[in-house]
């Protein structure tokens, strides 16, 4: 049994990972990692996600097909009117998911995702202006940060947030328990733009959404793996009572 301090000094170790070894991951390996995820708990126990796991050719094959089609929006969004027609004409390659992914963050919230941004490219060394280079670190979410495996989370639609609620628990363990086998992971909303495409690779029950995916694997010693955004107070979570 591990002690409350052994607990929280390894929670609070995690990193998400944004550069990976091509290192590939034993699937025995794999398996333990969803075992102990499948421990998290669960709406009536209704366990109400599914779960697509790439490696190998379909890894690779899913990072081209997204990587094309984010290559079109990439120039759709520089190219001026030449780029939007040329995105008006392949619609293969428009973004869209099945869970409403591109919004504005709400305006009290905003700051923070602009903080961890700003802190990150800083990191990368890619400055605000550097449009290319930008366009270059998004393009590396759709290369799974080099990752071997790429964990697709997939939420039964019948149960709305519940399901989602479901998959994210499911995930945490799941993260947890590679940080425990000396694995990094990262949380990618970005792979979920095409979920079209992702839906070809695997024999998925029409019911299911993609949420979300993982990027799983060994990290690199690059500095990005080594940034740890900034963790609120919980002062500017917990609410007074009336």
Same mark, same amino acid.
């Given at each position: 049994?591990?002690?409350?301090?052994?607990?929280?000094?390894?929670?609070?170790?995690?990193?998400?990972?944004?550069?990976? *070894?091509?290192?590939?991951?034993?699937? =025995?390996?794999? @398996?333990?990692?969803?075992? #102990? +995820?499948? $421990? %998290?708990?669960?709406?009536?126990?209704?366990?109400?996600?599914?779960?697509?796991?790439?490696?190998?050719?379909?890894?690779?094959?899913?990072?081209?097909?997204?990587?094309?089609?984010?290559?079109?929006?990439?120039?759709?969004?520089?190219?001026?009117?030449?780029?939007?027609?040329?995105?008006?004409?392949?619609?293969?390659?428009?973004?869209?998911?099945?869970?409403?992914?591109?919004?504005?963050?709400?305006?009290?919230?905003?700051?923070?995702?602009?903080?961890?941004?700003?802190? *990150?490219?800083?990191?990368?060394?890619? =400055?605000?202006? @550097?449009?290319?280079?930008? #366009? +270059?670190? $998004? %393009?590396?979410?759709?290369?799974?940060?080099?990752?071997?495996?790429?964990?697709?989370?997939?939420?039964?639609?019948?149960?709305?947030?519940?399901?989602?609620?479901?998959?994210?628990?499911?995930?945490?363990?799941?993260?947890?328990?590679?940080?425990?086998?000396?694995?990094?992971?990262?949380?990618?909303?970005?792979?979920?733009?095409?979920?079209?495409?992702?839906?070809?690779?695997?024999?998925?029950?029409?019911?299911?959404?993609?949420?979300?995916?993982?990027?799983?694997?060994?990290?690199?010693?690059?500095?990005?793996?080594?940034?740890?955004?900034?963790?609120?107070?919980?002062?500017?979570?917990?609410?007074?009572?009336?």
């Amino acid at each position: 049994m591990i002690t409350p301090h052994e607990f929280s000094a390894f929670a609070a170790s995690r990193r998400s990972t944004r550069d990976f *070894l091509p290192t590939p991951v034993d699937p =025995a390996l794999i @398996d333990d990692i969803l075992t #102990d +995820a499948m $421990t %998290a708990p669960s709406w009536s126990n209704l366990r109400s996600f599914m779960v697509g796991v790439a490696t190998g050719e379909r890894r690779d094959r899913l990072s081209h097909e997204i990587l094309r089609r984010w290559d079109v929006v990439a120039r759709a969004r520089s190219g001026g009117i030449r780029g939007i027609l040329a995105l008006l004409f392949k619609p293969w390659a428009w973004p869209i998911s099945d869970y409403n992914l591109v919004r504005p963050y709400p305006k009290e919230l905003a700051p923070r995702g602009r903080k961890i941004g700003a802190e *990150l490219y800083q990191v990368l060394g890619v =400055a605000r202006d @550097d449009t290319a280079g930008r #366009d +270059a670190q $998004t %393009a590396s979410n759709y290369k799974f940060f080099g990752a071997p495996v790429e964990i697709f989370l997939f939420a039964h639609k019948g149960l709305g947030v519940y399901s989602v609620s479901d998959a994210s628990l499911f995930a945490q363990n799941l993260m947890l328990s590679a940080h425990a086998r000396g694995l990094g992971t990262c949380a990618q909303g970005s792979v979920a733009l095409w979920s079209k495409a992702v839906r070809r690779e695997f024999k998925l029950p029409r019911s299911y959404k993609l949420a979300y995916g993982i990027a799983l694997g060994y990290p690199s010693d690059h500095p990005v793996n080594h940034y740890g955004a900034e963790r609120l107070p919980i002062s500017d979570i917990v609410v007074d009572g009336v």
